[in-house]
């Protein structure tokens, strides 16, 4: 389990990260367009189960809250300005739930400032990725990230069977916007809200991490394939 101790210096980390991206000349730019190849890359790989509706939600928050190119500085903000009463106030496993989802994107922008360099301005398509993707190498992190995902996941679907813990969020939702701390809120909530909605997570997850790792393993082969295809519902 993630130390919430950590939380502190996750944070730190990541605005050292976008310090440095912002200081480096066209980073900003390279990394906006890798992370928007990324994006499509994850809709083409998880398109067929957008065909069941349970999935949707859940598939939406990964790819938004957790993985995707979205602007997370509000959220950041919110956690920094909070972290002494979240601490105090917050039960652990949302703490533990938030350094999780922290250390992910601190992950993620590590690994993909390297891979934007790596593509040296490039146009990025699947061999420019793939040749990107191997150059960089570090599996032991790409397993991190795959494993990260899986996990927070794995507590969601745990923590939305509790009646007390919507409770508590629920109770919550009024303070934490009066407070300042919406952003922190809402992520939280919607996390809740899309593993409630899909029910047992299990099926999802456990192919999240076969593709994810089989595609990990394809592209630190040198094998660009799997970023094009669409996965058949067979496989889900």
């Not at 959220?75 to 652990?92: E, F, I, Q």
């Not at 990260?148 to 996941?153: A, C, D, E, N």
């Not at 922190?184 to 991490?209: H, K, P, S, Y």
């Given at each position: ?16 990260l ?9 980073s ?27 999935y ?35 039960p ?100 809740f ?17 076969r ?24 496989d889900?």
């Amino acid at each position: 389990m993630t130390h919430t101790r950590d939380l502190d210096q996750l944070l730190e980390r990541k605005l050292r990260l976008e310090e440095r991206a912002t200081a480096a000349a066209g980073s900003g730019m390279r990394l906006t367009a890798l992370r928007s190849w990324q994006a499509g890359r994850l809709e083409r790989t998880y398109a067929t189960l957008r065909r069941q509706e349970r999935y949707v939600p859940a598939l939406d928050f990964f790819l938004a809250d957790l993985y995707g190119p979205g602007d997370f500085s509000r959220r950041d903000a919110d956690l920094r300005r909070a972290l002494a009463p979240l601490k105090r106030a917050l039960p652990a496993r949302l703490l533990d739930l938030l350094c999780m989802a922290i250390e992910l994107q601190v992950l993620t922008l590590d690994l993909d400032e390297q891979m934007a360099a790596a593509l040296d301005g490039h146009d990025i398509d699947a061999n420019t990725y793939a040749a990107a993707y191997r150059s960089v190498g570090r599996p032991q992190d790409r397993r991190r990230q795959i494993d990260l995902i899986v996990r927070i996941g794995q507590d969601l679907d745990e923590l939305v069977r509790q009646p007390w813990m919507r409770l508590a969020l629920r109770a919550a939702h009024m303070p934490a916007h009066l407070a300042g701390f919406g952003a922190l809120q809402e992520f939280l909530e919607r996390g809740f809200q899309a593993f409630r909605r899909m029910g047992n997570a299990r099926d999802l997850l456990a192919t999240i991490m076969r593709r994810e790792t089989q595609i990990m393993s394809s592209l630190l082969r040198g094998d660009a394939s799997p970023l094009l295809q669409v996965v058949p519902d067979a496989d889900a």
